[in-house]
C-alpha cells in the first residue's frame, strides 16, 4: 500500500470526495480498440486488484468502453467496492457496429448511459459523471445547457453524487457552472499540448480539479526526441517524466494514466516520485 494519500498525494474534488492524484484509466482494459472484450480478462481483473493495492482510489471509466466490458470486469474484479474508491464516469457518445464513436447526447440518451454505468457496475449512484462534449482530442463549441441540464436533473434525483465535463472550452465550463457546480474537467492536455494552460490555472484558482488524458497525444518527432533526453537524463522512461511534469505543473491537475498490464501500472505510479529540476521543467515547457 503506498499510503493514505495515495501516490502523489490526494486532492479534494469535493468535501466527500478526495482522491489519490495519480488514478487510473480503465479505457486499455476493453479489446484492441476499446472495442470487445480483453485478450486476457484474468490480467484485466488483476490490473484492477493491483490499483486498488497500490492505493488508488480513483478509478476513470465509461459504460462505452467495450461496450459494457470494461464496467463489468470492474464490478467482476472489485465489487463490493472499498469504501474509499471513487469511479469516475463519462457520457456523451456510444460505439457502433463498426465500433465507431458516434454522439450520443439527447436527454434521453444521457439518461439512459447513466442507467447502464449504474446498472454495469453495480452502484446506486456515481460518483461523478462528465458529459463528454467534444471529439478525442478538440472541443466543439456550442451550448451545452439542455445536456448538463440533464445531468443535474439526475443529481437531484440522487443517482449523481458529483458532475463534470470533458472535451470542453473554457466557455462551455462556465455555462455548466451556472446550472450546477463542476467538480472535474477532463481534457487533452500534456506538455506538448497546452492550449488549456489558462483554463488549468482557473480552475486550480477555483479548487475545480483538472484530468488531462493522452499524457503523450500529439508530439512532434523533435517534441519527442527533447522529452527523451530529459528522461535520459533523469534515468526514467518519457511516459513517467510526462507524468510527473503534469503532477508538478499545477496542483489540482490529477492522473489517469491507463494500462492492461501490471507492470506498466508500476511504472506509472513510480512518477508519482519523481521530483524534476528547474532545468528539467524549463526545457520540458520548452517543448510546448
Not at 469535493?14 to 480498440?33: I, K, N, S, T, Y
Not at 456515481?126 to 443535474?152: C, H, K, M, T, Y
Not at 506538448?192 to 503523450?216: C, T
Amino acid at each position: 500500500m503506498v499510503g493514505m494519500s495515495g501516490p502523489g498525494g490526494s486532492f479534494a474534488m469535493a468535501e466527500d470526495l478526495r482522491v489519490a492524484r495519480v488514478g487510473f484509466g480503465a479505457m486499455q482494459l476493453a479489446g484492441p480498440g476499446v472495442f470487445g472484450p480483453p485478450r486476457d480478462r484474468s490480467e484485466a481483473v488483476a490490473v484492477l486488484r493491483e490499483v486498488v493495492d497500490l492505493g488508488i482510489n480513483h478509478i476513470d471509466t465509461s459504460d462505452f468502453y467495450g461496450p459494457h466490458v470494461t464496467n463489468q470486469i470492474i464490478r467482476e474484479a472489485l465489487h463490493p467496492y472499498p469504501h474509499d474508491l471513487r469511479i469516475v464516469t463519462k457520457v456523451g457518445a456510444r460505439r457502433d457496429a463498426e465500433g465507431g464513436w458516434p454522439h450520443a447526447r439527447s436527454p434521453a440518451e444521457l439518461r439512459q448511459a447513466v442507467h447502464d454505468n449504474l446498472d454495469n457496475l453495480g452502484l446506486d449512484a456515481l460518483d461523478v459523471v462528465n458529459l463528454r462534449v467534444g471529439g478525442f482530442s478538440d472541443p466543439e463549441p456550442g451550448s451545452i445547457a439542455e445536456q448538463f441540464e440533464a445531468l443535474a436533473d439526475l443529481q437531484r434525483q440522487g443517482l449523481i453524487r458529483h458532475l463534470g465535463v470533458s472535451t470542453v472550452d473554457a466557455r462551455q465550463v462556465a455555462e455548466a457552472q451556472t446550472i450546477a457546480p463542476v467538480v472535474c474537467v477532463q481534457n487533452f492536455y500534456n506538455v506538448a499540448h497546452r492550449v488549456d494552460d489558462g483554463l488549468v490555472d482557473s480552475l486550480a484558482s477555483q479548487g475545480v480539479a483538472y484530468v488531462p488524458y493522452f499524457p503523450l497525444g500529439g508530439f512532434t518527432p523533435l517534441q519527442s526526441e527533447a522529452l527523451g533526453s530529459v528522461a535520459a537524463r533523469v534515468d526514467a522512461t518519457p511516459m513517467a517524466i510526462a507524468l510527473a511534469w503534469l503532477l508538478q505543473r499545477s496542483p489540482n491537475i490529477l492522473l489517469i494514466p491507463g494500462t492492461s498490464s501490471r507492470q506498466h501500472l508500476h511504472e506509472n505510479v513510480a512518477s508519482a516520485a519523481l521530483s524534476l529540476s528547474e532545468d528539467d521543467v524549463a526545457e520540458l515547457d520548452g517543448i510546448g
